[in-house]
């Protein structure tokens, strides 16, 4: 059987909106095959099942946010000031309450991780890999001078990490834009502002 043509990166963010939205088990393929256009025949041949499709649609996750990471530090700004519009972008995110703007890494963690090796091995990978980029961004930005820890490059990309991924978390329960925007602010305070070197 010859494959079905689409655009496979249109098909996967729009899988990824579907199960944004609902999350995996409760995402139909009826669901899928409304948000994506294709047929079920076509599904199943591109991608096998829903499984699949999930397992496509997170490496195309983890692509479109790497991308979007060093998109940010690409910018001719100072690391700190590069730092604090991912985090704002990020908080706009949460604020927003917009499904399609959810991480889904977070809900594929909470929903599969434990029954799913292959989905916790992706995501494992995928935090492995954020924490490099952040890494040798803080350190790159220590080395500039714009930073001065004791901490090493490692530990505040951590720090930052587990911070984001708090602060996804808390704003299911409290999307309030003056709690998420003061958390983000401590976030900031203690993985930057805290470390600028004196001039």
């Known amino acids: 059987m010859r494959n079905a043509e689409f655009d496979r990166q249109q098909v996967l963010r729009q899988a990824m909106a579907a199960f944004m939205a609902k999350g995996y088990t409760k995402t139909s393929m009826q669901d899928l095959t409304k948000a994506t256009g294709l047929h079920p025949g076509s599904i199943y041949c591109a991608f096998e099942n829903k499984r699949g499709l999930l397992l496509a649609a997170l490496e195309q996750y983890v692509e479109d946010r790497n991308s979007e990471?060093?998109?940010?530090?690409?910018?001719?700004?100072?690391?700190?000031?590069?730092?604090?519009?991912?985090?704002?972008?990020?908080?706009?995110?949460?604020?927003?309450?917009?499904?399609?703007?959810?991480?889904?890494?977070?809900?594929?963690?909470?929903?599969?991780?434990?029954?799913?090796?292959?989905?916790?091995?992706?995501?494992?990978?995928?935090?492995?890999?954020?924490?490099?980029?952040?890494?040798?961004?803080?350190?790159?930005a220590m080395d500039k001078g714009e930073l001065c820890s004791t901490q090493s490059s490692m530990a505040l990309a951590r720090y930052f990490t587990m911070g984001i991924y708090g602060l996804r978390t808390f704003a299911h329960c409290h999307p309030e834009p003056e709690i998420l925007n003061s958390l983000a602010r401590q976030l900031y305070h203690d993985t930057c502002l805290t470390h600028i070197a004196e001039n």
């Open 69 to 140: 990471l060093m998109g940010f530090f690409s910018q001719p700004q100072p690391f700190c000031k590069q730092l604090k519009t991912y985090l704002d972008k990020i908080v706009g995110d949460c604020i927003s309450c917009d499904a399609t703007k959810a991480c889904l890494l977070t809900k594929a963690l909470n929903e599969l991780s434990e029954q799913d090796e292959e989905v916790r091995l992706i995501i494992n990978q995928y935090l492995t890999n954020w924490h490099q980029i952040l890494a040798n961004n803080y350190q790159l």
